[in-house]
């Protein structure tokens, strides 16, 4: 049997530390949850490279929304990550009509100099997964889509990513509202990478860090 990924959403190095005690085995770093996650800054991407020996996907967003915004403000920000230590990446962008912009997608992996990255869950957010998916396979990088399969989250998308758990292409990282029942029916359907935030926190309250014994609790329920 494949051994799960469990990757962990951090703020800080002191989220990926706690990450990293309770075993996660990747972290995702953002900034901002009140926007779902923008890009960090390249002082705490140095600081989370300093403190833990774990590969860290680094977001790479700058509005709420899906759309793109100001690309050659994207690529300016890729390469300043790039330079703070960052070598994997997490982005994903939406036109105004909720399909993929595959001119932005296109134009901000070029700056990520053949660095490995996450389509995030923007595809949840689009008209047509279907075309979300053929649209970006075989993008130079990508090795990851995260997913809950709906807007809002697992609880009503868990059919949807069962149905795309054998579809093959980019591995499958499966969370957003992630929770206990959710992990068997996954599991069963063949899903390896899981993607966990709010779960790992005391109350699912954004305001407290990482909890260490939450992470090893997920990450018992995934061997388990």
Do not use: Y
Request: charged share 20%; net charge negative.
């Amino acid at each position: 049997m494949i051994m799960p990924l469990l990757e962990v959403i951090a703020l800080d190095a002191a989220d990926a530390r706690n990450a990293w005690d309770g075993g996660a085995d990747r972290v995702e770093l953002v900034s901002d949850m009140a926007a779902a996650g923008l890009s960090p800054a390249p002082s705490t991407v140095a600081a989370v490279r300093a403190a833990v020996d774990l590969p860290v996907r680094v977001m790479l967003r700058s509005r709420a929304d899906f759309a793109a915004g100001d690309l050659d403000a994207l690529r300016r920000t890729a390469k300043e990550l790039r330079s703070a230590g960052g070598d994997q990446f997490v982005l994903g962008f939406l036109d105004r009509n909720g399909d993929v912009d595959l001119p932005a997608v296109r134009t901000v992996v070029d700056a990520l100099d053949g660095a490995p990255w996450t389509f995030h869950r923007a595809i949840d957010h689009a008209g047509d997964r279907a075309a979300v998916w053929a649209a970006i396979a075989g993008l130079p990088g990508l090795d990851t889509v995260l997913t809950a399969g709906a807007p809002a989250g697992l609880s009503e998308g868990l059919a949807t990513v069962l149905g795309e758990a054998s579809a093959g292409g980019p591995q499958l990282l499966v969370g957003g509202g992630l929770r206990d029942e959710h992990i068997a029916p996954l599991r069963a359907a063949g899903v390896t990478a899981f993607h966990s935030g709010a779960a790992v926190r005391r109350d699912r309250d954004w305001d407290n860090p990482v909890d260490p014994g939450l992470v090893h609790r997920l990450r018992a329920s995934l061997t388990g």
